[in-house]
């Protein structure tokens, strides 16, 4: 069945320092993965995307790494600032079923 | 644009009340979401539609019913609430693979 996990619930970090985020998939059909950023007592937010026939992608302040060998996914945040605290879920799009699968989730604290 | 508007914020109900959670978009977007989250916990799909006239079941649909007679809004309704529909529910609406949560419904059922 489809699945997506990650490694760690929490993650606490410098302000100012890089963090990683990561997440591991099970369904190697999936084409399409996207990090969400969640903030208390909101939606979750769309950060980024990478379609499998890419490895890299980046944004502004984030970089989306996708290792489709080991089914891994990353998140990088640059210069992570306090603004960057949230629960962060990575997501699995399933072109057959039209929908996404969401991961757990990893709280990131960024510390002063 | 308001995007995915969500009604109400906060509900707290009684076991076996019945509400129905309201959702609207303004994006003329075909395919609609309702997902609940649990504490500590990723999104799971109750119910989706691909368009107006058109639902189907997510992964944890039992408990909950759906309506599309508009593009525009997705209502989700629950008979006869139990504790266990205690949760966050978030509704989204999507453009090619990318989706648009709305602010959420917290509700709790005592």
């Known amino acids: 069945g489809e699945s997506v996990g990650l490694h760690l619930p929490t993650l606490s970090v410098q302000e100012g320092d890089n963090s990683i985020i990561n997440c591991a998939y099970s369904n190697s059909a999936s084409d399409y993965f996207i990090w969400y950023k969640q903030e208390s007592g909101k939606g979750p937010q769309f950060i980024i995307d990478i379609r499998s026939n890419m490895d890299k992608r980046q944004g502004q302040r984030v970089t989306v790494l996708l290792n489709k060998t080991v089914k891994h996914l990353s998140l990088q945040i640059a210069a992570t600032q306090p603004g960057d605290s949230a629960v962060y879920f990575c997501?699995?799009?399933?072109?057959?079923?039209?929908?996404?699968?969401f991961g757990q989730g990893t709280r990131l604290t960024i510390n002063p | 644009n308001a995007g995915v508007t969500q009604t109400p914020k906060f509900r707290i109900l009684k076991i076996g009340q019945s509400m129905t959670l309201q959702c609207a978009q303004d994006m003329n977007h075909n395919y609609m979401y309702w997902y609940r989250q649990d504490p500590g916990m990723g999104l799971k799909l109750i119910y989706y539609?691909?368009?107006?006239?058109?639902?189907d079941k997510g992964e944890v649909p039992n408990g909950y019913n759906v309506s599309r007679s508009t593009t525009e809004d997705f209502p989700l309704r629950l008979e006869l609430a139990a504790p266990s529909q205690t949760s966050v529910y978030f509704c989204?609406?999507?453009?090619?693979?990318?989706?648009?949560f709305g602010s959420g419904t917290q509700l709790s059922v005592l």
């Open positions: 997501a699995e799009w399933s072109t057959r079923a039209q929908k996404l699968v």
């Open positions: 989204a609406s999507r453009t090619n693979e990318k989706l648009f």
């Open positions: 539609s691909v368009g107006a006239g058109i639902t």
